[in-house]
């Protein structure tokens, strides 16, 4: 059965950077996709971003440019997240989440929803 | 993308139905049957059970259902029971590979 495994809950300091592994456990990760999302205290769930393994591309919103990576590691089945220039907004649970899609001549079409997810991973931004 | 908008609270008594409403735009929800719901107990992971608007996941049990009309997409909780009590995202695929979520409801189970 696939599981997602995430990394320990994180403080950081403002302006630092928090880097947050997901491992994919007993399935497939070479044919998914994996997402970020993160639950802000009081705030709703907020999509930060895609990356397809197989090929190496990421996807994610303007507002992250500059300041997020997420990487994939095939040999180790793990997806990770990098923030930058952290600040105490920030502070959040980060979850991972894999999404399927179809590969076809050349191009791949996601399936756009997330039916797996790891636990999340908290980190804590405040001086 | 600015995100979808739902009711920040919803209940309703067991055995009967509640129905959540999700909000977008033309860009977002009513442009694209790829809406999904997400139920959010908190301190565990989401669960995904609706997706492309109707579909519900193996093992969601069919008390869950999903519907959408123009702009606004609709997630509805019948015979309603203790455990249904979480929070609920409505989630669109808004173009170039993006997705938007929305603010979340809490639904009480009175």
């Known amino acids: 059965q696939v599981q997602l495994v995430q990394s320990g809950a994180e403080v950081k300091q403002p302006g630092s950077s928090v880097k947050v592994s997901c491992r994919a456990s007993?399935?497939?990760?070479?044919?998914?996709?994996f997402n970020w999302v993160r639950h802000a205290p009081g705030q709703g769930l907020e999509w930060m971003g895609r990356?397809?393994?197989?090929?190496?591309?990421?996807t994610f919103p303007q507002r992250f440019q500059g300041r997020l990576t997420i990487t994939a590691d095939e040999f180790t089945s793990t997806t990770y997240m990098e923030l930058r220039s952290l600040r105490p907004e920030d502070t959040a649970v980060y979850y991972c989440a894999r999404e399927d899609y179809d590969f076809w001549s050349g191009d791949y079409t996601f399936y756009y929803y997330m039916d797996l997810w790891g636990k999340g991973t908290t980190v804590t931004v405040s001086s | 993308q600015s995100a979808l908008t739902q009711p920040p609270s919803a209940s309703g008594s067991p055995g009967q139905s509640v129905t959540i409403s999700c909000a977008g735009s033309s860009s977002d929800v009513g442009n694209y049957n790829y809406v999904s719901w997400y139920q959010h107990h908190p301190g565990k992971a989401p669960k995904l059970i609706i997706y492309e608007v109707t579909k519900r996941p193996s093992g969601v049990p069919n008390r869950f259902s999903g519907s959408k009309s123009g702009n606004t997409a609709s997630l509805t909780v019948s015979g309603l029971q203790a455990d249904d009590e979480a929070d609920y995202y409505c989630c669109s695929y808004a173009g170039s590979d993006n997705l938007v979520f929305g603010g979340g409801t809490k639904l009480t189970v009175l």
């Open positions: 007993g399935g497939s990760f070479h044919n998914d996709a």
């Open positions: 990356i397809v393994p197989m090929f190496g591309t990421v």
